[in-house]
């Protein structure tokens, strides 16, 4: 399992990234895929997870409270990538962010996100005041 995300960058307040998520050397379709961030001497934070194929191409999000609204995941099979919309920034969004295989994606009722299986190299995202 090989996964790289990438697109960060340095945004202003208020601005977007679009993080991508490249797959490789596992089929990507039936996993669930999700985001993580972790800034320097904070704890690890699970934003976001979308679920394997639940059939005809339906997927499940999900998104943690403190960034809902604010990101959107979505998933492109057939290249092999998993993308996170981020819009709306703020300086406390600054953090390396990574993409990680779960287990399964949180219920809509749940607080949190299950921990992070395999993950790879994260990116930048530092949000300028």
């Known amino acids: 399992v090989q996964l790289q995300a990438s697109g960060g960058g340095l945004v202003q307040t208020g601005g977007s990234l679009r993080l991508s998520c490249a797959a490789s050397?596992?089929?990507?379709?039936?996993?669930?895929i999700g985001w993580f961030r972790q800034a320097p001497g904070k704890e690890r934070e699970g934003l976001s997870c979308?679920?394997?194929?639940?059939?005809?191409?339906?997927?499940?999000?999900y998104y943690t409270e403190s960034v809902k609204g604010r990101l959107t995941i979505s998933r492109d099979n057939a290249k092999r990538k998993v993308y996170l919309q981020m819009s709306s920034l703020k300086p406390e969004d600054t953090a390396v962010y990574y993409c990680?295989?779960?287990?399964?994606?949180?219920?809509?009722?749940?607080?949190?996100?299950?921990?992070?299986?395999?993950w790879g190299r994260g990116t930048l995202v530092t949000v300028s005041s």
């Open positions: 050397q596992f089929t990507l379709d039936y996993h669930a």
């Open positions: 990680a295989t779960y287990t399964a994606c949180p219920g809509p009722n749940s607080d949190s996100m299950f921990p992070p299986g395999a």
């Open positions: 979308i679920s394997g194929s639940v059939g005809s191409g339906t997927y499940t999000e």
